[in-house]
């Protein structure tokens, strides 16, 4: 895991006279499982909607697998980078939303194929093998034919994981992707990240509320606040023996709250 897949170096991220990310400096190594946490604010989605090109940098640099996000090399010197080079980098990024996105009036199978085969240029066979695959993954087989509203939302995050999935990308993001469940829901959609995480050589970055899935899954924890990492570390010394001081107040004003 010494191969740095994505990088963050010096990256500022303002919306109006707020500056969400400062200074950020932060890496993730390929087949590592990095879970960000923080306060409400601190810039933990932000890094993820950045990752997927849905929000622009305004200063910094950002690679991702070796090459630069949000610049093209022109000329040996980086210049902004165009929309086809974007959306080369987007195909190396799956990523799973708090809200399940899927389209309402496509069927289960549709939703998996649909950007396989108009991104990708897969077949329509091809395409429904791959989804048939990534169904069976997540425990959906039987479910291809049914439409989003027939799916609890446990299965519809289910569909979400397995849509990106399709894409074979090299790094999954997901932004909390229970939060939007019913709690007796989180657990199977949990389940399946975890059985990514064991069984998959995936590049793995979370931001979650969930602690205890935080601690059994990561590999590394940061702990954003005010835009920065305050403290990063192995999940056994970050949750038990935190070395920061706003990490223990957080740490303990979350699990007073749990």
Known sequence: MSETVIQ???????????????????????GEKVTIIGPSGSGKSTVLRILMTLENI???????DGEPLWHERRNEQLAPASEAHLRAMRKKMGMVFQQFNLFPHMTVRRNITEAP????????????????????????????????????????QRVGIARALAMRPKIMLFDEPTSALDPELVGEVLSVIQRLAEEHDLTMLLVTHEMQFAKQISDRVCFF??????????????????????????????????
């Open 8 to 30: 963050f170096e010096n990256v500022v991220k303002r919306f109006g006279e707020v500056t969400v990310l400062d200074s950020l400096n932060f890496h993730v190594r390929r």
């Open 117 to 156: 085969i108009h991104v990708l240029g897969l077949s329509k066979a091809e395409a429904n093998e791959r989804a048939q695959e990534y169904l069976d993954l997540v425990g959906l087989s039987e479910h291809a034919d049914k439409f989003p509203r027939q799916l609890s939302g446990g299965q519809q």
């Open 225 to 258: 606040d005010k835009g920065r990492i305050v403290e990063e570390g192995p999940p056994e010394q970050l949750f038990t023996e935190p070395r920061e001081q706003r990490t223990r107040e957080f740490l303990d004003t979350f699990l007073n709250q749990a």
């Open 58 to 64: 305004d200063e910094g640099v950002i690679y991702v």
